[in-house]
């Protein structure tokens, strides 16, 4: 079904006593999971319902420590600020090691984890590790193309392409730049913003999840999907990354011509969301669909409107915000998990990964909770119940 934005206002909205019920749930989730994930991190989705304990590795383990820093900020529990604070010990060990970050996802795993630490409690080694990601994604920038490089190893030429997702990896750029005073980390990070926005964003106000420069040129050449249905469809979750990334580099640079590609690729998202507003995996399924949700989509979704609407004149700020609550209200309704029985994840129903004709995926913690669904529905809670100084 095609929603307008009179049809998403006819759903009950999110409001504070909801929230906080449900951030009370979350919260305890979180603190019984403790024993588990303070030394290891849970596997970036559940298995049946249940995180496996990992190592500090893959693109996901920051969303586990982000969490614990909100559900500290919220309770005060000094249990949850020292489980945060061993985390931090293993993310500076991971990136003065270099283990598995020869990628660009230094912003979901440092941001989250180190930034949150330096942020909230001053501490001198996270903002040492988190110096040193940005160091190190810095270098994944390309000036052939003005982009950062998502994966692989840097200036390969199967791997010269940028992806949406990229964009969330931003802010731990320009905070370095911030922090230190050195402006090139932000210049990369806005040229990035700009080569992306020109190539990924379709007519349609749908996005491509990659697209491949030309490595002779410098042009972008074509795009095409890694994780969505098709390379011409919209994956939602990319979509979601979208509205959230877009949000964020206005934060810090205040460029008025965000406004309305936050606008175009937000406008789409909703527009597509199915009768319970938890969107599908990819935007290609719609109401009555049998493929599987992807409720992290509408968490990054909600928590990126939230964000934007504070920058907005008065008439966009209600629409978004009052748009944000009804999808706030869906997950909390539909998605929410209140009982540790049932999972020991926060989020249900999202989709790691989905195999498909057209993408090079495997099926992957299909209908499961993962790490960064838990987040975000975190950090929307919080963005709901107070004035939330962002940890990206
Ligand atoms: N950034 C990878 C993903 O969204 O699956």
Redesign the pocket.
């Known amino acids: 079904m095609a929603q307008t934005f009179e049809t998403i206002m006819s759903y009950p909205a999110a409001d504070r006593e909801l929230a906080k019920k449900a951030i009370d749930d979350a919260i305890r989730i979180i603190q019984g999971d403790l024993s588990i994930f303070t030394s290891k991190f849970p596997s970036s989705n559940s298995f049946g319902g249940f995180y496996e304990a990992t190592e500090n590795v893959e ?1 996901t383990t920051g969303f586990w420590t982000g969490s614990i820093w909100l559900a500290y900020e919220y309770t005060k529990d000094d249990a949850l600020k020292k489980a945060a604070e061993v985390q931090v010990d293993s993310f500076f060990e991971r990136i003065r090691d270099k283990i598995d970050v020869n990628h660009h996802d230094m912003g979901f795993l440092f941001s989250l984890s180190c930034v949150a630490a330096y942020k909230l409690t001053g501490n001198e080694k996270a903002k040492e590790a988190a110096l040193l990601a940005a160091n190190h994604l810095a270098e994944r920038y390309r000036e052939n193309g003005s982009f950062l490089q998502a994966w692989g190893n840097v200036g390969e030429a199967s791997e010269y392409r940028l992806i949406i ?1 990229c964009l969330l990896n931003l802010p731990i750029l320009y905070w370095a730049s911030e922090v230190t005073g050195n402006k090139q980390y932000a210049q990369k990070a806005e040229n990035h913003i700009k080569t992306a926005m020109n190539c990924i964003l379709r007519e349609d106000d749908s996005t491509y999840h990659t697209y491949f420069i030309d490595m002779e040129t410098g042009k972008p050449s074509y795009g095409v999907t890694h ?1 969505g249905n098709r390379n011409h469809s919209a994956w939602a ?1 990319g979509q979601a990354w979208g509205i959230y990334g877009i949000a964020l580099s206005y934060h810090y640079l205040r460029d008025e011509s965000y406004i309305q590609l936050f606008e175009r690729v937000t406008d789409f998202f909703l527009r597509h969301l199915p009768e319970d507003l938890i969107p599908y995996w990819d935007f290609d399924f719609d109401t009555g669909s049998t493929e599987p949700r992807d409720s992290s989509a509408a968490a990054i979704a909600v928590c990126g409107m939230l964000e934007m609407a504070k920058y907005l004149d008065d008439e966009k700020r209600k629409k978004y915000t009052d748009a944000a609550n009804r999808l706030l209200y869906a997950l909390i309704h539909k998605c929410g998990n209140r009982d540790q029985n049932q999972s020991n994840g926060l989020l249900l129903h999202g989709t ?1 990964a989905r195999d498909s004709k057209e993408n090079t995926c495997k099926d992957r913690g299909v209908d499961e909770c993962n790490t960064w669904g838990d987040y975000f529905y975190m950090e929307a809670l919080t963005r709901t119940l107070s004035d939330w100084k962002m940890y990206w």
């Open positions: 693109w997702d994780q979750r790691y």
